[in-house]
Nanobody
Framework: QVQVMESGGGLVQAGGSLRLSCAAS????????MGWYRQAPGKQREPVAT???????NYADSVKGRFTISRDNAKNTVYLQMNSLKPEDTALYYC???????????WGKGTLVTVSS
């Protein structure tokens, strides 16, 4: 049973920083891509940043230069360092893990990030 769990969300002032963590467990196969997505009230879920098993990253234009995604394969954990936070970054942040061998994407339940002005 594969489980994905996020942590690290909270309330922060604009201009501040926050670091999110996400651990995947229970996979019998290689975890391929991992990523962070977010959904604000009334909006569609959107990708924030993704990272391959080999460390290749992609970022949404809205977070380039402010957010950094990284991973620790030994711990099956992905991180999102968020700097210079803006009120528009407020959203429920979800982590996912892609396991190509079984053609499945597993999602966490989300961690809430609130940025005050």
């Amino acid at each position: 049973q594969v489980q994905v769990m996020e942590s690290g969300g909270g309330l922060v002032q604009a201009g501040g920083s926050l670091r999110l963590s996400c651990a995947a467990s229970g996979s019998a196969f290689r975890i391929n891509d991992m990523g962070w997505y977010r959904q604000a009230p009334g909006k569609q879920r959107e990708p924030v940043a993704t990272i391959t098993n080999g460390g290749i990253t992609n970022y949404a234009d809205s977070v380039k230069g402010r957010f950094t995604i990284s991973r620790d394969n030994a711990k099956n954990t992905v991180y999102l360092q968020m700097n210079s936070l803006k009120p528009e970054d407020t959203a429920l942040y979800y982590c996912n893990a892609r396991i190509n061998y079984v053609a499945r994407t597993y999602w966490g339940k989300g961690t809430l990030v609130t940025v005050s002005s």
